[in-house]
């Protein structure tokens, strides 16, 4: 599961107080079956995003997005199961609006989130 990781200069986004949120746009098979949940909590320094599948995800591209369109973050690398996560320090990031676009060969979703 590993891959390569840019920090782009643009800070980035955080969501509010504990928020779950998940959404899969339609369109592409495979995305009834695939979500990605991102966690936040006041009490937490962390930001977890969370993609499950119906199958082995493959190769996966996660890019996130501060509210003025800057990408603030990008993620390539391969999930060799049905599940990937990842926890990111919200100290990393600024405080506000964010977007995260995950593609993968069966599903591109996008996430709208707030850190604060």
């Known amino acids: 599961m590993g891959g390569r990781c840019t920090i782009k200069s643009a800070a980035f986004v955080v969501f509010f107080g504990p928020l779950l949120a998940s959404f ?3 369109g592409a098979p495979g995305e009834d079956r695939a979500r990605v949940t991102v966690e936040c909590s006041r009490a937490s320094g962390l930001i977890a995003i969370s993609i499950e599948n ?5 190769s ?5 997005k501060d509210s ?14 049905d599940e990937l ?3 990111l ?7 506000g ?3 995260i676009t995950v593609v993968a ?12």
Do not use: L
């Open 85 to 87: 996560v990842r926890r």
């Open 24 to 26: 899969a746009a339609p």
């Open 54 to 58: 119906h199958r082995k995800i493959g």
């Open 68 to 81: 003025s369109g800057r990408t603030v973050y990008v993620e390539e690398g391969k999930a060799y199961s």
């Open 105 to 116: 060969r069966d599903f591109s979703i996008t996430q709208a989130f707030v850190i604060q």
């Open 60 to 64: 996966v591209h996660m890019e996130m």
């Open 97 to 99: 609006e964010a977007t």
């Open 89 to 95: 320090d919200k100290g990393m990031f600024p405080k």
